[in-house]
């Protein structure tokens, strides 16, 4: 399974590159702004600092809501950078766009699936990805993790080769539950990752190894 982080923080990107286990990265409007990126310069400078300092694909999402503008958005964005994929939203002009992108050969990352149904057309269109939101789904008192396994059972039965990238993933179970079900991508914040190197009990044998390394 592969890790994204889900953050446009270049120093939390790096930290999760130098870990080792970083296949690529996931960022939206509302991360970009956290990190206080402004103005479509800026904006489209990060997107190729965040390329540099990783080596898998980064999402890059669209503002467009209409066919014309995404389709414009999308490819000014996809010629920044080979590693870029164009983030489109799970819209009725979305769609039209990630067909045309994918005929094109450009990458896409469909977003905001909340819905089996949503996810099926994402595939037929031709997502390389789709973007299930299981913790966004988990805080409207929705198992956000029975949408991954009822997609990953969907594409299976026709073969679809879109990946299931499961995004909102807000703890270390997400991410086990993910894995368990056969998610091909999770993302999340850099702390969800770390958390899954804890446990109680390495922290007290290795204290023990030690001490003992010592007598
Ligand atoms: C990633 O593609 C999504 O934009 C992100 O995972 C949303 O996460 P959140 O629900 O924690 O904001």
Do not use: W
Not at 81 to 89: A, C, F, N, R, Y
Request: glycine letters at 8%.
């Amino acid at each position: 399974m592969k890790f994204f982080i889900d953050t446009a923080n270049l120093a939390q990107i790096k930290e999760a590159q130098d870990l080792g286990i970083l296949d690529g990265v996931t960022t939206n409007p509302s991360l970009m702004a956290k990190e206080g990126i402004k103005g479509e310069k800026n904006i489209l400078k990060h997107y190729v600092d965040i390329c540099k300092a990783v080596t898998g694909d980064v999402s890059a999402e669209v503002i467009a809501t209409d066919y014309a503008g995404i389709v414009k958005e999308g490819e000014r964005l996809a010629k920044l950078h080979k590693q870029i994929v164009v983030k489109v939203p799970m819209i009725k002009d979305g769609i039209k766009a990630i067909k045309y992108f994918s005929e094109k050969g450009i990458r896409t990352n469909c977003t905001l699936v909340f819905s089996a149904g949503q996810a099926l057309l994402a595939a037929k269109a031709g997502a390389t990805y789709v973007s299930p939101f299981v913790g966004r789904l988990d805080d409207v008192s929705t198992d956000g993790l029975q949408l991954i396994e009822d997609i990953r059972i969907i594409y299976d039965n026709f073969g679809y080769e879109t990946q299931i990238l499961a995004a909102s993933v807000r703890h270390p179970m997400h991410i086990i539950e993910c894995a368990t079900i056969g998610a091909d991508v999770v993302t999340c914040p850099l702390n969800v990752i770390l958390a899954l190197l804890k446990h109680p009990l390495t922290d007290i044998g290795l204290a023990q190894f030690l001490a003992d390394a010592k007598k």
